[in-house]
């Protein structure tokens, strides 16, 4: 892989972040060597470490399993080799209701899919959903949210996405439409915030013009933009983990933990027989 030092410097930071945290995006990468100040935050500059990424990976510099991609996944149909295969994935899928013992409900909801693949990996731990927007979320997902939480009494959504104006507003726009199908939930926004941008010291950019929301954001909080894709991965995971700690009682928890290994025996002894 012919390089000029240039690229060889990006490129070795970009195996040093991934060599720490992965699997990653092409844009988690990316955010992660601006924040490092190796790159610029600029689309070109994008466009140069995701094609370096590619060829890195083809040339074998890096595993092809240390970058994903979440928007094309093949959507198979699930098959078993037989009965026995089959029974095992039973036993291996049960999970107890969490929620019947706990005082609360929570969700976390995410502006981008991109960063999902973290915050699934904390949560499966717990039982806990991940909702992504993407953006703004839709109404039909907004009205389905409404119907999980009722009239939002007794109910929290964590909220994660970028510190700009249109990440800001997305909480506003949540709690608004939420609130037309008469649902109205706590809704804290965890990250990323202002003080996270000084705390971790996160590369900021302008915020956009042609967004109707920059002029009160600025007036607020100043001209800097930051995306969530910014912060490190590890104290994303962090973030995550305490969170889920904060709302969660732990020893509800356990009691279910418990109860559902002794299902999963009684389920096993009950799939003994199958042939």
């Known amino acids: 892989m012919a390089k000029h030092k240039r690229t060889e410097m990006i490129l ?20 992660q060597l601006v924040s490092r100040q190796v790159i610029d935050n600029t689309r070109s500059q994008y466009q140069m470490v995701s094609k370096l990424l590619v060829k890195a990976r083809q040339e074998e510099f890096i595993p092809w399993n240390w970058i994903e991609d979440r928007l094309r996944k093949p959507r198979g149909v699930p098959m078993w080799d037989d ?12 999970r107890r209701d969490i929620w019947a013992e706990q005082p609360t409900y929570f969700e976390f909801w995410l502006e981008k899919d991109a960063l999902s693949g973290i915050f699934e990996d904390v949560l499966g731990e717990y039982g806990i959903t991940l909702n992504v927007g993407r953006g703004y979320d839709g109404w039909s997902s907004i009205r389905n949210a409404a ?5 939002g009494d007794g109910v929290t959504v964590l909220y994660y996405g970028d510190f700009d104006p249109s990440g800001e507003d997305m909480v506003r726009s949540l709690r608004e439409r939420l609130a037309f199908f008469g649902c109205e939930p706590e809704i804290v926004k965890c990250a990323l915030t202002k003080d996270d941008v000084i705390r971790y010291n996160l590369p900021p950019d302008y915020t956009k013009k042609t967004d109707t929301r920059t002029a ?13 894709d910014a912060l490190p991965a590890d104290v994303l995971e962090t973030s995550i983990r305490k969170n889920v700690e904060r709302y969660l009682d732990m020893d509800a928890l356990e009691r279910v933990q418990l109860t ?4 999963k025996q009684r389920l096993l002894a009950a799939l003994g027989g199958v042939k």
């Open 83 to 94: 009965l026995n295969s089959f029974a095992e994935s039973v036993l291996y899928s049960y």
């Open 216 to 228: 009160a954001f600025v007036d607020k909080y100043g001209d800097m933009a930051v995306e969530l």
């Open 260 to 263: 559902e290994q002794r299902d």
């Open 147 to 151: 119907a999980r939480f009722g009239d």
């Open 12 to 31: 070795e930071n970009a195996i040093s972040v991934l060599a720490d945290c992965h699997p990653m995006t092409v844009r988690q990468v990316y955010y």
